[in-house]
């Protein structure tokens, strides 16, 4: 069981919190293990759009694979706002010293710069306060135009929406990217890509969509990419014709079924081979009977 906790402060935005903490809460009730905890200084919390939030005072016990997230607030200003008791913002920290991970949405990044948590580490905030993030914390890297930044545990985003984007990585780095796209497709969203880091999963790239048969046969794809899938089968599992299917998937992904496959599969082996493996052994992983297919599809893709 993960623990994910989120750190209330005074006039936070909605978003902020509910944007994560649904596809927390979603992982969940797909099986996967989530816990979903509020804190604060206070039990009464306002927000930015003018309702207030109950939350526990009392921190529960952490371990290292739980999750503190600090939602934004509205901050015109980060030197003026988000005030935090060294306190709380120890608690933050100690949490990361144990092992453990910590994020941010929009202004939180103060509260993890203020927790000493920035210094020496990339980071990212909303576009109107990125500048004054950069000369609070000036041993920071302030990234721009990025959804969110990864840097040893630490993870901050953009604001807003791109709180979605954050925990959707996060569950994908933790149950894969098959997990994250099924909870993005339950919340209606596009499973986005970060500016930061390579973020080349097709699983992800290529949902952003709302066509349910070919969200079937993506599905069966991700689930069997190393077999042979013959097109007929697909067609029957996603209840079309295979002309129809081909139609809707090149429309919906801009591939075909086969095309989509390969994708996964040299994506696979890309990862196996960073790990060590040849590329012979790692074309056989994935599925290919020998390394020519996949070094015929590494050169078309480079």
Do not use: K
Not at 223 to 252: I, N, Y
Not at 275 to 294: K, N, S, Y
Request: charged share 20%; hydrophobic share 45%; net charge positive.
């Amino acid at each position: 069981m993960t623990r994910v906790v989120f750190l209330l402060v005074p006039q936070l935005h909605l978003l902020d919190l509910a944007g994560p903490a649904q596809v927390f809460s979603t992982a969940a009730d797909h099986g996967l293990g989530y816990e979903i905890g509020y804190v604060a200084e206070q039990e009464d919390v306002p927000t930015a759009q003018g309702i207030a939030l109950r939350a526990a005072t009392a921190w529960p016990r952490l371990s290292a694979g739980d999750l503190v997230v600090v939602p934004g607030w509205r901050a015109p200003t980060l030197r003026t706002h988000g005030e935090l008791s060294a306190t709380t913002l120890g608690r933050l920290a100690a949490h990361h010293a144990a092992g453990g991970t910590v994020a941010s949405v929009c202004a939180g990044a103060d509260a993890l710069g203020r927790a000493g948590l920035l210094d020496g580490r990339r980071c990212t905030t909303h576009h109107d306060v990125q500048d004054e993030l950069a000369r609070r914390y000036p041993r920071a890297s302030v990234l721009r135009d990025v959804l969110y930044v990864v840097d040893d545990r630490v993870i901050t985003s953009a604001g807003i929406a791109s709180g979605i984007d954050l925990a959707l990585h996060l569950v994908a780095v933790r149950h894969g990217p098959a997990a994250a796209a099924r909870i993005a497709r339950d919340m209606v969203v596009y499973a986005r890509r970060n500016g930061d880091e390579r973020q080349t999963s097709a699983m992800l790239r290529h949902r952003a969509h709302l066509v349910d048969a070919v969200h079937r046969v993506q599905d069966l794809i991700d689930a069997r990419f190393t077999t042979r899938l013959s097109l007929t089968d697909l067609a029957t599992a996603s209840g079309v014709s295979e002309r129809t299917l081909t139609r809707h998937f090149a429309e919906a992904t801009g591939l075909t079924p086969l095309r989509y496959q390969q994708e996964l599969r040299v994506e696979r082996a890309e990862h196996l081979i960073a790990h060590g493996a040849t590329t012979e052994t790692a074309a056989r992983a994935v599925g290919f009977q020998d390394a020519r297919m996949l070094r015929r599809l590494r050169a078309r893709a480079s």
